[in-house]
């Protein structure tokens, strides 16, 4: 999302720059469809990702929208299809500020169709989360995506630098509701008052919520072990924020390659939610 980075900036003065070259040292072991680069078993990236887990209790997870569409929840950029477009907009227009307050019912329209998914579960990297958290080793879930699925699967510590599609509030008296008034509204979910009611996400032009990314900051450069997911990286605030970093265990798993792959440790080109799950309950074969 490239449109509430005035206030973002504030917060990533390292944009651009380079990581240290001491980094080098570090070179990452890529397993790149199932092929092993490293010929030692204990080298492996699987097993790395196994004991980088076990041997630390200060663990940060940040996941983009890849951790999402393991449960059947596409990226809404994507959700409307090149060649099968209903809508007049393309999904960044009408998931925008202005887009809302001047066409809030075909807002709503696309909103339901493809943003809200209430049926959604969450899957084995959400799961995988909530447990170690449980196990007091992940500190912190950020994550970019606005499903609610962390929440659903237990976590409790979850920044979510988007919002979250579970939460709704009255424009007019600031009054909230939960999901339901939306699922039960034919058209736009209006407020005992009056008033137009609105998720609780952050839509294109408008600002990131200062404190959430704040605690985000926190997390991220006080972290031993930083685990980011399911994220090309290609974007801000993802990739600015993984700069505050400072440890030296990085590890990046994504189905493609990012452009922070070659300042990792371990980089899986992988299954998020299998690749956790694993890592957690043995399988790394
Ligand atoms: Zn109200």
Redesign the pocket.
């Given at each position: 999302m490239s449109c509430y980075y005035t206030s973002v900036r504030k917060y990533l003065p390292m944009m651009g720059s380079t990581v240290t070259a001491t980094r080098q040292e570090n070179r990452p072991l890529v397993l790149l469809g199932g092929a092993v680069m490293a010929t030692r078993q204990e080298n492996r990236p699987p097993v790395l990702l196994r004991e980088a887990i076990q041997g630390s209790d200060n663990i940060v997870f940040f996941g983009g929208a890849g951790v999402s569409t393991e449960s059947g929840i596409p990226d809404f950029r994507s959700a409307d299809g090149v060649y099968n477009m209903k809508y007049k907009y393309p999904p960044e227009t009408i998931v925008s500020h202005s887009f809302f307050m001047q066409n809030t019912s075909e807002f709503y329209r696309f909103y339901r169709e493809k943003m809200l998914h209430p049926d959604a579960m969450p899957n084995k990297a959400h799961l995988a989360l909530a447990e170690l958290e449980r196990q007091g080793k992940l500190k912190a879930v950020v994550t970019q995506n606005v499903d609610g699925l962390h929440h659903k699967a237990g976590s409790v510590n979850v920044l979510e630098l988007h919002g979250s599609r579970s939460r709704y509030y009255?424009?007019?008296?600031?009054?909230k509701y939960p999901i339901d008034v939306v699922i039960e509204a034919e058209d736009v979910p209006?407020?005992?008052?009056?008033?137009t009611?609105r998720p609780d996400v952050v839509l294109f032009e408008e600002s990131l919520d200062q404190h959430v990314l704040e605690e985000s900051v926190r997390y991220i450069s006080n972290a031993e072990v930083l685990i980011v997911g399911g994220t090309s990286l290609n974007v801000y605030p993802a990739a600015g924020l993984i700069q505050y970093y400072k440890g030296d265990m990085l590890i990046l798993i994504n189905k493609t390659e990012t452009p922070f792959d070659s300042k990792a440790r371990i980089v899986l080109h992988e299954s998020i939610g299998e690749t956790l799950h694993s890592a957690l309950h043995g399988n790394t074969g």
């Open positions: 009255c424009m007019s008296c600031g009054a209006l407020c005992k008052c009056g008033g009611i």
